[in-house]
């Protein structure tokens, strides 16, 4: 099982352009993105090693993606743990976007 207790809070990091998972206080995790108009386009989560396999992901994830339909963009999941994210939550199938050669393009110009 990859759920668990572990008591976390999810931020969104305007600046940095990421939402980070603190875990009393630290950060133990970020999933990030840049945007593309009204697109939102996650391409890299990570947790720290320390802190896998508590289900931190998950709740990230979740509270990114609650995060994104809330301010009314789309998901576009380059990340491939959001896209098999996205593959067991349906409910964001009307807010996410295919990863098309043209976003992955221009993700590759923003990241340098
Ligand atoms: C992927 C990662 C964020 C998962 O964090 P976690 O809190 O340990 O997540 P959980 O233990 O709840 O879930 C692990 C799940 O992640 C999946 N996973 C691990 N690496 C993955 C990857 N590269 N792409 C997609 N899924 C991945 C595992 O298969 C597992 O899936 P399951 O729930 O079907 O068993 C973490 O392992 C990590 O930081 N990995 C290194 C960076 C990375 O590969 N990021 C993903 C691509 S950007």
Redesign the pocket.
Known sequence: M?ESSTTAVVERVDTERRYEILVEGRRV?LTAYRDLGGRRVF?????DEA????????QLVQQALDDVRASGMRIVPV???VA?FLKRHDEFTDITDRVTPDVLQWLKSQLG
């Open positions: 990859s995790g391409f890299h989560t990570e947790i802190f896998a396999g508590q289900g931190l992901a998950p990340c491939p743990y098999k």
